[in-house]
């Protein structure tokens, strides 16, 4: 048997006021109690820097230090927090990437390598062959010269573009 005016105990209650009095409090405890938090750390670490250097006309420098820190550094250190994480998870995911890629260049040195030692040895191969053949016909090269030499008239090479008459 169920009661149709009961709600559920998990849903809150629709009175507006409840709703406001939770908004202000959360207001209050989210952002007014930290602000005067920070505003009253603010002013003790002035008050005791203050103290602690009795605001001597040569110790002013500490105050300026500690204002410094407090109004520049430290902001600029929150700025730069987001930067920061991001450019160690960069520096995580490259070294994955790095690691994962190691193996494929290491196989495709390997294969660079063993490339090189067949053209290598092929190479020697074919330098073997002609160095063969150039021993076998060298007792022709003689005459094939005086074959194909156009230049040569009795024995005289003479030089390009002149004739026998200009040279004598």
């Known amino acids: 048997m ?4 009961e709600q559920p105990a998990l849903t809150p ?4 006021e409840v709703g406001r009095r939770l908004h202000r409090r959360q207001v209050r405890r989210e952002i007014l109690w930290p602000m005067f938090g920070v505003g ?3 002013v003790v670490a002035v008050v005791l ?11 002013i420098g500490a105050v300026a230090d500690v204002m410094v820190t407090l109004l520049v550094l430290l902001p600029m250190v929150i700025c730069m927090l987001p930067l920061y994480i991001l450019l160690m998870l960069a520096v995580f995911g490259m070294s994955s990437l790095h690691a994962g890629s190691e193996r494929q260049l ?5 294969l660079v390598y063993n490339v090189s030692a067949r053209t290598m040895r092929f190479t020697g191969t074919v330098n073997q062959r002609v160095a063969k053949e150039r021993l076998r016909v060298a007792g022709t090269e003689g005459l094939m010269n ?11 090479i003479e030089p390009e573009g002149k004739t026998t008459d200009e040279i004598g």
């Open 2 to 5: 169920t009661v149709q005016n």
């Open 13 to 16: 209650p629709r009175d507006p």
């Open 40 to 42: 009253a750390l603010f």
């Open 49 to 59: 820097v203050a103290l602690a250097t009795r605001l001597e006309a040569a110790q």
């Open 106 to 110: 290491n196989r495709f040195n390997d």
């Open 146 to 156: 005086q074959a194909f030499d156009d230049n040569k008239v009795d024995g005289l």
